[in-house]
C-alpha cells in the first residue's frame, strides 16, 4: 500500500490543488511560459498581453472547463496572474465560470477566427471545391496550411460520414505525423527542413506514430518523388489520409489538401488508387484561382 509523505513534525505536506484534480495535459501547441519569456528582455514586447493569449488558447484545448490551478499548470504562468489574465477575459466576455469555478470560453471569441477565415482568399475559395470533392469521394475533405511547425485546417468538407471534432476548422496539429504535413515539409528549402528535423519534438499519439527523424526524413522524401504525402492511425486509431499541396499560379506552395478516411484503414496503394486523380484536381482547380 503507498502511504504518504509525512514530514518530521509529524503533518503531510501541503497538496497541491491543481493535482487534486482530473489531471490536465499541456497542449503542445498552447503558449507555452518558456516561449513568452525568450521575448521578455525586448522592450517592445507586452508581457501581460502575451500571458492573456497563452490563457486563453489553454482554455482553447480539448478539455474546456478548467481552474486557475489547470490553467496555470498548462501554461506555467504563475496563479496569481492567470486569475488576473481570466478575470479579465470573463469581463470582457470572452470567457465565463460555471458553478464549479471552472473557465469555459464564450461565443465571443470566435470573432477572432471569423476575422482571418473570412479575409483568407484560400480558405474561402477551397470550400466550394472542397464540398465537390467530398461527395464526389464520399469522404471527408480538408484543407490545411503550415503555421510555424504546425498544421493549421482552414477549411473542411460538409461530408456525412463521422469525423473527429479534433480535426474541425481552427484545429492545429503537429506537421510530421499528419499528410497535410509531411507534403508541406516536403516543399521546404533545404536549409528550413533541417532546421525543422533539429528541433522537432514528437510525441507517441498512437502505437503508429512515427518516431525518428530518419523515419521522418525518408517519409518527406517520399512525398517529394511521387508528389503526396499518405499515414496511417498516426494521430488517431483507425484513421489513414492522403495530401496534395495545393500550388498558386506563381508556384509557391500555400496549402494542402486531404481526404480523411475514418474505419478499417487503407493501405497507401489503395488510398492512392481510389483518391489520388480527384484531390490533384481539385488542388489544380483551387490553384488556378489563387492570383
Known sequence: MTRRAVKKDGHSPARDPARDEAPVHADPNTLSLAAIEEFSE???????????????????DKRRHLSIAQVSYCTGIPRAAVRRSLLTLSMLGFAATDDSNHFYLRPRVLSFGHGYLSASPIAVLSQPILDRLSETIDQACSLAVMDGDDIVYLARSTSSRIMSPLLGVGR?????????????????????????????RMIPL?????????????QIERA???????????????????AVPVCDIRGDYVGGINVIRHGKPLSRHEMAARYLEPLQAAARELGTLLV
Open 42 to 60: 525586448d522592450p517592445n514586447f507586452v508581457t501581460s498581453l502575451a500571458r492573456g493569449l497563452s490563457v486563453l488558447l489553454a482554455l482553447s
Open 172 to 200: 492545429r496539429q503537429s506537421a510530421y505525423c499528419t499528410s497535410s504535413g509531411q507534403v508541406l515539409l516536403a516543399q521546404l528549402p533545404p536549409t528550413r527542413l533541417e532546421a525543422y528535423l533539429a528541433r522537432v
Open 206 to 218: 498512437t502505437p503508429y506514430t512515427i518516431g525518428s527523424v530518419q523515419e521522418l526524413r525518408e
Open 224 to 242: 517529394r518523388e511521387v508528389g503526396y504525402a499518405f499515414v496511417s492511425q498516426q494521430t488517431l486509431l483507425n484513421l489513414c489520409s492522403l
